[in-house]
T-cell receptor, first 112, second 116 residues
Framework: NAGVTQTPKFQVLKTGQSMTLQCAQD?????MYWYRQDPGMGLRLIYY???????DKGEVPNGYNVSRLNKREFSLRLESAAPSQTSVYFC???????????FGQGTRLTVV | AQSVTQPDIHITVSEGASLELRCNYS??????LFWYVQSPGQGLQLLLK??????LVQGIKGFEAEFKRSQSSFNLRKPSVHWSDAAEYFC??????????????FGKGTHLIIQP
């Protein structure tokens, strides 16, 4: 069972570069999420997609964009990376908006 | 705004001893409550959840948690810890409000250290 798959696992970017983090789930879940994890901060919601065709901002959306490509896939894009975006990014999915979420293994991003 | 507080940043427990990790939340009504565990370099794994009903819930790996409405708490417990329990533990809450941000609101985590 693959669950939630994120790519890449590690990435180093230079300030100003762009990149897209990919996420796919094979559980037929309706809702998908992007979180970032910083030391001592827990996880904070960046964007979420309650269902296919919808996306909404979370707690820390500035500097990011998302695309819900289809029911399975939810990507996160950094248009112009900044050192403040150095973090570990987690994608998650859930069947409904307020039920348990299943997490991917994370993408460790460093912006230099 | 909703919030979750985990008062203990680090906890050290001897192997075989009992464990209690604290979690307090701030909400207008009863939220859905979760405990997740994260091993180093890994994603988050759900330990247990509370939606309604019996306020004492059982989870995986021998963990349990008790919801106390009067104290706005959802503390995680284990009678006897094992070295493999060393990890980061996160309490999380959510509530379908019909508006505002959905998804989980996490506490900042408690780092559990197991002494031999």
């Amino acid at each position: 069972n693959a669950g939630v798959t994120q790519t890449p696992k590690f990435q180093v970017l230079k300030t100003g570069q762009s990149m897209t983090l990919q996420c796919a789930q094979d559980m037929n879940h309706n809702s998908m999420y992007w979180y970032r994890q910083d030391p001592g901060m827990g996880l904070r919601l960046i964007y979420y997609s309650a269902s296919e065709g919808t996306t909404d901002k979370g707690e820390v959306p500035n500097g990011y964009n998302v695309s819900r490509l289809n029911k399975r896939e939810f990507s996160l894009r950094l248009e112009s990376a900044a050192p403040s975006q150095t973090s570990v990014y987690f994608c998650a999915s859930s069947e409904l908006r307020d039920t348990e979420a299943f997490f991917g293994q994370g993408t460790r991003l460093t912006v230099v | 705004a909703q919030s979750v507080t985990q008062p203990d940043i680090h906890i050290t427990v001897s192997e075989g001893a009992s464990l209690e990790l604290r979690c307090n939340y701030s909400y207008g009504a009863t939220p859905y409550l979760f405990w997740y565990v994260q091993s180093p370099g890994q994603g988050l794994q759900l330990l247990l959840k509370y939606f309604s009903g019996d306020t004492l819930v059982q989870g995986i790996k021998g963990f349990e948690a008790e919801f106390k409405r009067s104290q706005s708490s959802f503390n995680l417990r284990k009678p006897s810890v094992h070295w493999s329990d060393a990890a980061e533990y996160f309490c999380a809450v959510t509530m379908y409000s019909g508006g505002g941000a959905d998804g989980l609101t996490f506490g900042k985590g408690t780092h559990l250290i197991i002494q031999p």
